[in-house]
């Protein structure tokens, strides 16, 4: 049974290391879609240091933050090092990313289905991620009990 946790552990990291790799591979594209996500004022001071300091626009550091939270997470899943702590730091990035990228509610029609079944599906990595948050860092085999 321990083999099969492991197995599936990393089979399901592969789509955060997959999924972080593209974004940091084409972050224009990347920075394009975070500009969706709107910060609350009192923020702006410190993210504009933050572009000041790094020379990048805010978007493309969200972009950068986004791909490296995805793919260190995912391998650390996979390593089973720390992968409670790290699951945890998923569920909060799905479900950022639910909120802002897969935002049903706001929409009509075909556009409104297709992001209510990706809201599902990110829905059911969070239960995924809650369920490895939840294990223990190793499978305990119940030994029989033997009467002597």
Same mark, same amino acid.
Do not use: M, W
């Given at each position: 049974m321990p083999a099969f946790v492991t197995l599936g552990r990393i089979l399901f990291a592969v789509l955060f290391v997959f999924s972080g790799?593209? *974004? $940091? !591979? &084409? !972050?224009? #594209?990347? =920075?394009?879609m975070t500009e969706k996500i709107v910060l609350p004022a009192i923020v #702006? +001071?410190?993210? =504009?240091q933050l572009e000041t300091l790094t020379g990048m626009p805010w978007a493309q550091l969200l972009a950068i933050a986004s791909g490296v @939270?995805?793919?260190?997470?995912g391998l650390m899943i996979a390593l089973n090092?720390? =992968?409670?702590?790290?699951? @945890?730091i998923l569920i909060l990035f799905v479900a950022a990313a639910t909120f802002y990228f897969h935002d049903f509610w706001n929409q009509a029609g075909p556009e409104a289905r297709g992001n209510l079944v990706? =809201? $599902? *599906?990110? !829905?059911? !990595? @969070?239960?995924a991620l809650l369920m490895i948050a939840g294990s223990s860092r190793t499978a *305990?085999?119940?030994? +029989? #009990?033997? &009467?002597?």
């Open positions: 790799a593209s *974004k $940091l !591979l &084409d !972050l224009s #594209a990347t =920075a394009q #702006a +001071p410190y993210t =504009a @939270i995805e793919v260190v997470c090092f720390g =992968a409670r702590f790290f699951a @945890i990706h =809201a $599902l *599906k990110n !829905l059911s !990595l @969070i239960g *305990k085999i119940q030994e +029989p #009990a033997y &009467d002597v």
